[in-house]
């Protein structure tokens, strides 16, 4: 497919998407018909739900997860996937045993497809503006660190004031959610500064880190040289948290590669390895002063010293709903100082 062929492609099925979505507003449907809704142009027949589930099979590294995620069975999953294929004329996936790699079509249509989806909320969202939905829904991409600190507080203010809005929550390691925000999923990520391109941020809170030790580990200091502890094993969160990334420049700009003992997602298992004495881990001060354990004592990180600079994130360009506006209208109200 030439590139501009598929650029007439992209913008068919919007036009169609617009036609389908007034046609389908006027005589009273509801907006979620718009997803199943056939198009069709340039001899290429596509549902956009087909092209959900084939953009959830490569980010989910497989059929059976991606099952989860968009609530049907693997072989629903599977059946839509070949359907894809049969349409285009051209394998997408190189299936690897339980895994599933893209080929040079599948890479295309993944990128393309982002941004058909993307376009689609987008359309959605400019016609519930002007219907004048009296319901709307907001969807939020949050890390599962520090969310109950800094956006908990806010939720409930959000859903006080507007409460016939749906809150819909994402929750994962913030490289993860800036994929998801990128392939418009959701309206906005929590994530940290600097953020990948095409993003807009409102700064949220700049946070130094602290590392957790064994109790009897320096036990007269409050803070430790980041070289100090490059004899240490490390535990790390897994590789799409951010913090993780962050600890390990921060180790390399001071001379050193860390020695990796293990990695989780689990904050709890984490705060359980460390007074076990299976190494050193690292949190955000705000989460460390919360999660104490009896076993370990949380030092500040200083010379250089680390921070997480947290800032909520949104599409460039892209069109926010009212429902997303006034979101972004109260985390401005709350950190516009930070």
């Known amino acids: 497919m030439t590139r501009r062929a598929s650029i007439l492609n992209l913008a068919c099925l919007l036009l169609a998407a617009v036609s389908i979505a007034i046609n389908l507003g006027a005589a009273g449907h509801s907006k979620n018909e718009l997803i199943d809704y056939s198009l069709f142009c340039y001899g290429i027949h596509m549902e956009l739900r087909t092209l959900r589930v084939f953009v959830e099979v490569v980010r989910q590294g497989g059929f059976s997860r991606a099952a989860k995620?968009?609530?049907?069975?693997?072989?629903?999953?599977?059946?839509?996937?070949k359907q894809l294929e049969d349409e285009i004329g051209v394998p997408l996936l190189n299936r690897i045993g339980h895994r599933s790699k893209l080929t040079a079509a599948g890479e295309i249509v993944y990128q393309r497809a982002q941004r058909i989806l993307a376009e689609r909320d987008d359309l959605m969202s400019e016609l519930d503006e002007v219907r004048g939905l009296k319901r709307g829904l907001l969807?939020?991409?949050?890390?599962?660190?520090?969310?109950?600190?800094?956006?908990?507080?806010?939720?409930?203010?959000?859903?006080?004031?507007?409460?016939?809005?749906?809150?819909?929550?994402?929750?994962?390691?913030?490289?993860?959610?800036?994929?998801?925000?990128?392939?418009?999923?959701?309206?906005?990520?929590?994530?940290?500064?600097?953020?990948?391109?095409?993003?807009?941020?409102?700064?949220?809170?700049?946070?130094?880190?602290?590392?957790?030790?064994?109790?009897?580990?320096?036990?007269?200091?409050?803070?430790?040289?980041?070289?100090?502890?490059?004899?240490?094993?490390?535990?790390l969160f897994e590789s799409g948290f951010a913090?993780?990334?962050?600890?390990?420049?921060?180790?390399?700009?001071?001379?050193?590669?860390?020695?990796?003992?293990?990695r989780s997602s689990q904050l709890d298992l984490i705060l359980e390895l460390v007074p076990a004495g299976i190494g050193i881990a690292f949190l955000p001060k705000m989460v460390a002063e919360q999660w104490r354990h009896p076993g370990s004592r949380s030092l500040l990180i200083v010379n250089p010293k680390v921070e997480m600079h947290i800032a909520m994130t949104w599409r460039r360009g892209a069109l926010l709903s009212h429902a997303a506006k006034v979101w972004l209208t109260l985390v401005r109200e709350k950190y516009s100082g930070a």
């Open 69 to 81: 995620t968009v609530s049907a069975t693997q072989s629903t999953v599977s059946k839509a996937v």
């Open 139 to 235: 969807r939020l991409g949050l890390p599962l660190m520090v969310s109950s600190t800094l956006f908990a507080p806010l939720l409930a203010i959000y859903r006080k004031r507007y409460p016939g809005v749906e809150i819909r929550l994402v929750e994962n390691g913030i490289d993860r959610l800036e994929e998801i925000l990128a392939a418009g999923d959701i309206d906005f990520a929590a994530s940290i500064i600097p953020v990948a391109e095409g993003l807009e941020w409102q700064s949220v809170k700049l946070d130094p880190l602290m590392v957790l030790v064994p109790r009897e580990f320096a036990a007269r200091k409050k803070s430790i040289d980041l070289t100090d502890l490059k004899q240490m094993p490390f535990i």
């Open 243 to 262: 913090i993780s990334r962050i600890v390990v420049d921060a180790c390399r700009r001071a001379g050193f590669e860390p020695t990796v003992a293990t």
